[in-house]
């Protein structure tokens, strides 16, 4: 089984302390965790970024400024200009008047409610599919496999626009929320990751020594699935978890920026960045662009680092 982690029993702690060998693999896991530095930074950084999300009606309350509220008196000179960064717009104000740093914090709720949801869904389908690809084999991996190549062979945006298209009702409004359609086509695209990975994963393990006997003494495969696959597949496929996230959050952005994502005036960091080059503006004005796009860089540098410390941390070179 891996996450085992064995000690000396000489530098076990004094007073009956429970050693890393019978604390369990989870313990011992949320141990390495929290010596990882990487984990540290990166969880440090999302934080701090899922906290600015969270208190975004906080900040709305204290500066008075809605996320789609526009102050063209106050921050837009006579010549159509945006104000810059001040007392009352903290990163400056957009073309319309806007205030860019609500519309940024804000923004980081859709990213973050559309990228966890579609990666989560992902990993929860792609990881039963490539458990039942791996273990069972012969037609069920033939169909699964077909299946995933036929998903990777549509084109990413293609497929968006074509189900945006088809999401629209008589009057031209959306029949699904769109931040819903957003999720399910990433998702669409990101299970097949999970699936080929965890199915190579099982595929090897079910050659292991441990698994085997298992098989050898009768154990029914649910419970060889349970116990002795799972526990091995899980954390590698948390860590790509961790590294599929942000580059979904980056696809959510793609999608706004082309308008096939969160419709304006809903602000996301896509369309923010894309309302951003249409006016030209952020050629003298350059906070229109910093806003969103240092909230999309710190975000996904710190998902990035969150799941190198993850991959480190659940390392079976490193556990024994």
Same mark, same amino acid.
């Given at each position: @089984?891996?996450?085992?982690?064995?000690?000396?029993?000489?530098?076990?702690?004094?007073?009956?302390?429970?050693?890393? !060998?019978?604390?369990? =693999?989870?313990?011992?896991?949320?141990?390495?965790?929290?010596?990882?530095?990487?984990?540290?930074?990166?969880?440090?950084?999302?934080?701090?970024?899922?906290?600015?999300?969270?208190?975004?009606?906080?900040?709305? %309350?204290?500066?008075?400024?809605?996320? *789609?509220?526009?102050?063209?008196?106050?921050?837009?000179?006579?010549?159509?200009?945006?104000?810059?960064?001040?007392?009352?717009?903290?990163?400056?104000?957009?073309?319309?008047?806007?205030?860019?740093?609500?519309?940024?914090?804000?923004? %980081?709720?859709?990213?973050?409610?559309?990228?966890?949801?579609?990666? *989560?869904?992902?990993?929860?389908?792609?990881?039963?599919?490539?458990?039942? !690809?791996?273990?069972?084999?012969?037609?069920?991996?033939?169909?699964?496999?077909?299946?995933?190549? +036929?998903?990777?062979?549509?084109?990413?945006?293609?497929?968006?626009?074509?189900?945006?298209?088809?999401?629209?009702?008589?009057?031209?409004?959306?029949?699904?929320?769109?931040?819903?359609? +957003?999720?399910?086509?990433? !998702?669409?695209?990101?299970?097949?990751?999970?699936?080929?990975?965890?199915?190579?994963?099982?595929?090897?393990? &079910?050659?292991?020594?441990?698994?085997?006997? %298992?098989?050898?003494?009768?154990?029914?495969? !649910?419970?060889?699935? &349970? &116990?002795?696959?799972? =526990?091995?597949?899980?954390?590698?496929?948390?860590?790509?978890?961790?590294?599929?996230?942000?580059?979904?959050?980056?696809?959510?952005?793609?999608?706004?920026?082309?308008?096939?994502?969160?419709?304006? =005036?809903?602000?996301?960091?896509?369309? @923010?960045?894309?309302?951003?080059?249409?006016?030209?503006?952020?050629?003298?004005?350059?906070? @229109?662009?910093?806003?969103?796009?240092?909230?999309?860089?710190?975000?996904?540098?710190?998902?990035?680092?969150?799941?190198?410390?993850?991959?480190?941390?659940?390392?079976?070179?490193?556990?024994?």
């Amino acid at each position: @089984m891996s996450l085992r982690i064995t000690v000396d029993p000489a530098h076990a702690g004094e007073h009956g302390a429970v050693s890393p !060998a019978t604390e369990g =693999p989870w313990r011992s896991f949320a141990r390495a965790l929290a010596k990882e530095r990487l984990v540290i930074a990166g969880a440090s950084i999302v934080g701090v970024v899922v906290l600015l999300a969270l208190l975004a009606p906080v900040f709305v %309350a204290i500066t008075g400024h809605g996320p *789609t509220d526009q102050f063209r008196d106050q921050a837009v000179d006579g010549f159509g200009i945006p104000v810059g960064p001040n007392s009352s717009f903290w990163f400056g104000a957009d073309g319309s008047g806007r205030d860019v740093f609500i519309r940024a914090v804000t923004g %980081a709720q859709v990213s973050l409610a559309v990228g966890i949801p579609a990666t *989560t869904l992902a990993l929860l389908v792609g990881t039963t599919l490539g458990l039942i !690809a791996g273990y069972f084999g012969g037609r069920a991996d033939a169909v699964i496999s077909l299946l995933i190549d +036929v998903t990777l062979s549509f084109p990413f945006l293609v497929t968006a626009l074509c189900l945006v298209i088809l999401n629209r009702g008589e009057n031209g409004q959306p029949i699904v929320p769109p931040v819903t359609v +957003v999720v399910v086509v990433i !998702a669409l695209f990101s299970w097949t990751f999970f699936a080929r990975i965890v199915r190579g994963q099982v595929i090897e393990l &079910r050659r292991r020594p441990f698994v085997e006997a %298992a098989e050898a003494v009768g154990a029914s495969r !649910a419970r060889i699935i &349970r &116990r002795e696959i799972i =526990p091995n597949v899980l954390p590698l496929a948390i860590v790509y978890w961790g590294v599929q996230l942000p580059l979904n959050i980056v696809g959510e952005a793609t999608l706004s920026f082309l308008g096939v994502g969160v419709v304006p =005036p809903t602000p996301s960091w896509g369309n @923010m960045i894309a309302d951003a080059q249409a006016s030209a503006l952020f050629q003298s004005q350059p906070w @229109m662009l910093l806003g969103p796009g240092l909230f999309l860089i710190v975000t996904v540098l710190g998902f990035n680092l969150l799941s190198s410390g993850l991959q480190n941390a659940l390392d079976p070179a490193r556990s024994r």
